[in-house]
């Protein structure tokens, strides 16, 4: 009798540690569900990730890793099949990614402005203008210090392309007024605050920046600071290993009346960083 109880005692503990295995790689699965998305350091920097990332995984269980680059190192990073989703902020270039059959379908998400900041001695000048390219021409006439990121992120891109409207090449400056060292914002504004100079950045990441020292915000509201934001799903048919499904949730809650939500709701001290806008078709 002590024998049978015996055997069907290991005979039970064998068929619990079975159904424990067969149990093991469904929780390791579900660990690991996870999806890569390349995206701007603006959305990092800004803090917008982490308000809004712990509520999509809340809902649907898939972790979001982000891989923060300027946008236009985003862009090479998606190419190269090593996201699932791509989000960033240059239209012309996320349109060329679609063109390019990365992506089939480019979703408008949300926006906000680009804004000049300086110290507040403001030695060009500009202080209250809305003319970013008049303000520009005066901070390259004055030589005061403007740095650039000159990483080819989306604000870089941006900057060039108003330097452009202002009929100037800082390409060209001389007098060493002109730094281009090759950052993200967040360094970009640290030296901008160290030598007392001038930069271009997005309002999102500014609100969120503590080390401002002298700088303050000097040119803001002319509408070629808009800025705005757009969401792809990486194509599963140029790589076979892109989490399609998952990706795919990703981008539809971006642009559902609870993701844009969610992006309306981040705030600081009452401001909003980020405004949605996934309903206007021409975004």
Not at 41 to 53: A, C, K, M, V, Y
Not at 118 to 136: E, F, I, M, T, Y
Not at 159 to 187: C, F, H, V
Not at 210 to 227: A, H, I, S
């Amino acid at each position: 009798m002590l024998r049978r109880s015996f055997v069907l005692g290991c005979a039970a503990a064998a068929a619990l540690a079975g159904l424990v295995q067969a149990a093991a790689p469904s929780a390791a699965l579900a660990a690991d569900r996870f999806i890569t998305v390349a995206s701007t350091t603006s959305t990092e920097d800004s803090g917008l990730f982490g308000s809004i990332l712990p509520k999509f995984t809340a809902k649907t269980g898939i972790e979001v890793r982000v891989v923060a680059k300027g946008t236009g190192q985003a862009i090479d990073l998606a190419k190269r099949g090593d996201a699932d989703v791509l989000f960033v902020h240059h239209k012309p270039s996320e349109e060329k990614f679609v063109a390019e059959g990365f992506s089939t379908l480019r979703k408008p998400v949300m926006y906000n402005d680009f804004v000049v900041v300086g110290p507040s001695s403001d030695p060009a000048g500009v202080k209250g203008s809305k003319d970013v390219a008049q303000s520009l021409s005066k901070i390259a006439e004055a030589k005061a210090p403007f740095v650039s990121r000159g990483d080819d992120s989306g604000t870089h891109k941006a900057e060039l392309a108003l330097w452009k409207t202002a009929n100037l090449d800082p390409a060209k400056a001389e007098g060493g007024w002109y730094r281009s060292i090759g950052q993200g914002m967040g360094p970009t504004l640290n030296t901008a605050a160290a030598m007392n100079g001038y930069a271009l950045t997005d309002r999102g990441t500014w609100l969120n920046f503590k080390n401002r020292g002298p700088l303050t915000v000097l040119v803001e509201g002319d509408k070629r600071l808009f800025n705005q934001y757009g969401v792809m799903l990486v194509n599963p048919a140029k790589f076979a290993h892109v989490k399609a499904a998952d990706g795919q949730a990703f981008v539809d809650w971006l642009v559902s009346a609870e993701g844009q939500k969610a992006i309306a709701d981040y705030t600081i001290n009452g401001e909003p960083l980020f405004f949605p806008n996934a309903s206007d078709p021409g975004a």
